[in-house]
């Protein structure tokens, strides 16, 4: 296992090195930069101050030396600093990610408590009324925008239940109430459509896992239905249900953006919003560079799951 996890890391450095070089162009290739948000609609700057604005942000170099210049930086475990606030980055994201990690973690935990008991149930009582239950809600989960969602959740919170539509964002650690208070909506918001997801897919693992011989044997050995389902059926099928929640933890961090900026948590996604609309280069790359490592890492950790969730399974 050990030579599978140093190969798989080893894996990781071509893909983090392209993502490098695909949100570094983007971030440039939008129309604008910095110098043009700061200074706006200011007739009373010469053009030679702004060539100097220009200079001491770098922005005066071609586009292949800026990126040669920031990818050194990132070998050497330098972030950079932003450009807006002249902070170090990496305490702009330390700051923010705690919130993003929260309401992802959160949500996936909501998702997989709802979604695997749901989708079991339907795969075993096939073509019953709760087997159409649990098939109406996650089509309906599938078809509502998180977006849309979250600004109904606002405005159904603020009429009804005042008292959670105060999204003021309180850490954990300072007033574990209050952030329960806080974050409860927005991660029911994030969590909805993963829970349909998980849904769909635990019901299709689990019908097909009980067409497999080991099961029906389970099944003429005397077993009983219980243990047959939670020993045989259920464990069996949590191969693909894993793949699909690691894979889908990762689209939550992406998802999170949207969430954060409707319901106002100062999380990683108002970070990379603001930081595009002000032009601020170095914020928005080693952002997207730090959740995309993030994700990397996650599939990892869900490669190497599989061996304990199935013995059998050997690494090569």
Do not use: C
Request: aromatic share 10%.
């Amino acid at each position: 296992m050990r030579q599978y996890i140093v190969r798989r890391m080893l894996m990781t450095v071509p893909t983090l090195l392209g993502v490098t070089i695909v949100a570094f162009l983007m971030i440039h290739l939008i129309p604008g930069n910095i110098v043009q948000v700061m200074l706006g609609t200011r007739t009373d700057v010469t053009p030679h101050q702004v060539q100097q604005l220009y200079q001491l942000y770098g922005l005066n170099q071609p586009l292949y030396v800026q990126y040669w210049r920031w990818l050194m930086q990132l070998l050497q475990g330098n972030l950079g600093f932003s450009l807006r606030t002249g902070l170090p980055i990496s305490s702009l994201i330390s700051q923010s990610f705690g919130v993003t990690a929260e309401l992802a973690v959160g949500a996936l935990i909501l998702a997989v408590a709802v979604a695997v008991p749901l989708g079991t149930i339907a795969a075993l009582y096939k073509k019953t009324i709760w087997d159409y239950l649990a098939r109406g809600f996650a089509m309906f989960g599938l078809v509502i925008p998180n977006f849309w969602l979250g600004a109904m959740l606002v405005m159904l919170t603020s009429i009804y239940l005042p008292v959670l539509s105060v999204f003021n964002y309180v850490p954990f650690l300072t007033n574990p109430l209050l952030n329960i208070r806080d974050m409860i909506v927005p991660i029911f918001a994030l969590a909805l459509s993963l829970t349909a997801i998980i849904t769909r897919m635990t019901r299709a693992a689990v019908l097909e896992t009980m067409q497999f011989d080991h099961v029906r044997t389970a099944r003429a050995k005397g077993l009983r239905q219980f243990t047959v389902n939670m020993k045989h059926v259920l464990r069996n099928s949590l191969i693909p249900i894993t793949t699909i929640v690691g894979l889908q933890f990762g689209y939550l961090l992406g998802g999170a953006i949207i969430i954060e900026n409707v319901f106002s948590l100062p999380g990683m996604g108002r970070l990379i919003v603001d930081a595009i609309n002000q032009r601020d280069y170095p914020v928005v790359q080693s952002s997207v560079l730090f959740v995309s490592a993030i994700f990397v890492l996650i599939n990892l950790v869900v490669d190497i799951s599989y061996g304990f969730i199935n013995p059998q399974i050997r690494y090569q």
